[in-house]
T-cell receptor, first 117, second 116 residues
Framework: AQKVTQAQTEISVVEKEDVTLDCVYE???????LFWYKQPPSGELVFLIR??????QNEISGRYSWNFQKSTSSFNFTITASQVVDSAVYFC??????????????FGRGTQLTVWP | ETGVTQSPTHLIKTRGQQVTLRCSSQ?????VSWYQQALGQGPQFIFQ???????GRGNFPPRFSGLQFPNYSSELNVNALELDDSALYLC???????????????FGPGTRLTVL
């Protein structure tokens, strides 16, 4: 069965603090894809990153970095020097490489991040 | 800007009514998916359309149906609305590349449906 767990429901930090959002996933597939999306109050899901299961390199994009660890089935997201504009709900999602629903996304419940000035 | 648009933005219906939500995808994005996001939850997959045919469905009853058109637009229809259908409905589109390798899905802004 496919499952994505985001254990942190809400996180509050003060501007310029670093914050890590946790994501743990379950899948029986050997090939799969992991995503992070940001959902600001407007509601639109904004794509942040995609990771393939066969590529365990960590990635950094500006203040954002992602740590993919297959051994622990985790795909954590760190924001360095957080800003008020980072306040949003962040979703981790899993997509499997199989069957008719190829590309279907399984989402976690999301983590509400609030960054205070 | 994802190039995916949805209409209407908000909608209020009463229980038992029918509703049609619309989505317009990017040109060349021949796969469209619909998701339901209840308050405080992650989006849940409803179904997916590829080249105007449904090719995958989540755990939703038949009163949820859809259409995809050749001009990259699509519809989600919900019959016999129930109170629990109140949610944000998100449309996502992506190209289906050769070999079926799934590309990233890009989401529209959603339609917020309230059922009274």
């Amino acid at each position: 069965a496919q499952k994505v767990t985001q254990a942190q429901t809400e996180i509050s930090v003060v501007e310029k603090e670093d914050v890590t959002l946790d994501c743990v996933y379950e899948t029986r597939d050997t090939t799969y894809y992991l995503f992070w999306y940001k959902q600001p109050p407007s509601g639109e899901l904004v794509f942040l990153i995609r990771r393939n299961s066969f590529d365990e390199q960590n990635e950094i994009s500006g203040r954002y970095s992602w740590n993919f660890q297959k051994s622990t089935s985790s795909f954590n997201f760190t924001i360095t020097a957080s800003q008020v504009v980072d306040s949003a709900v962040y979703f981790c999602a899993l997509s499997e490489d199989r069957g008719s629903t190829l590309g279907r996304l399984y989402f976690g419940r999301g983590t509400q991040l609030t960054v205070w000035p | 800007e994802t190039g995916v648009t949805q209409s209407p933005t908000h909608l209020i219906k009463t229980r038992g009514q029918q509703v049609t939500l619309r989505c317009s995808s990017q040109s060349g994005h021949n796969t469209v998916s619909w998701y339901q996001q209840a308050l405080g939850q992650g989006p849940q997959f409803i179904f997916q359309y590829y080249r105007e045919e449904e090719n995958g469905r989540g755990n939703f009853p038949p009163r949820f149906s859809g259409l995809q058109f050749p001009n990259y637009s699509s519809e989600l229809n919900v019959n016999a609305l129930e109170l629990d259908d109140s949610a944000l409905y998100l449309c996502a589109s992506r190209p289906k590349l050769a070999g079926g390798f799934p590309d990233t899905q890009y989401f529209g802004p959603g339609t917020r449906l309230t059922v009274l």
